[in-house]
């Protein structure tokens, strides 16, 4: 069993890396196609796998997304909004979050979908279908990441923005 999946992993990092030099991802050598169509259970296998973590992995960070955005970014503008305190770019990092949080969700199930529509694909019959839908998933899988990237450095900023505003504060208290 390891040693198909280690086989399997080297078939799709070959596959992989090969990628860029098809001009057509339909254009596959019969050799490649052999590779895929032999290799096709232990793809699959593979692939559960990835479905598993990746739900275990979405599901965390969906929730920890959802914590950040209301129990932190929400609760604190609209304290500053009550106390009168300017938080014009709190207000925007917010907006900016929920948005980039729909958009992680909204194309993190396009991803899980073309992975359950791979899972059950026969590469065994038709490796070139396959490898074109294998195509599209890694670049929806592309899209998922760079969503987590872009909540990622909201993040930072609003986490500087805090800063910046807990140091103007603090400036004002040791005038006093």
Known sequence: ????????????????????????????????????SGECDTIHQILQALQKTDSKTRVKLG??????????????SS??????????????IQSAFKDAKQNFSNDFIVYQKNLENLVIFNCTENPKEFYSKLQTLRSDREKVRQDTLVLSNLIKKHQSVVIKMLETLWQKVEKI
Request: aromatic residues 10%; without cysteine.
């Open 63 to 76: 929730y920890t997304y959802e914590n950040i955005l209301s129990k932190y970014m929400i609760p604190l």
């Open 1 to 36: 069993m390891k040693k198909s999946l280690i086989l399997a992993s080297i078939v799709l990092g070959v596959v992989a890396f090969t990628a860029p030099f098809i001009n057509n991802a339909l254009a596959l050598s019969s050799e490649q196609e052999q590779v895929i």
């Open 79 to 92: 304290r500053l909004a009550k106390n009168s305190i300017s938080n014009s770019e709190f207000v925007d």
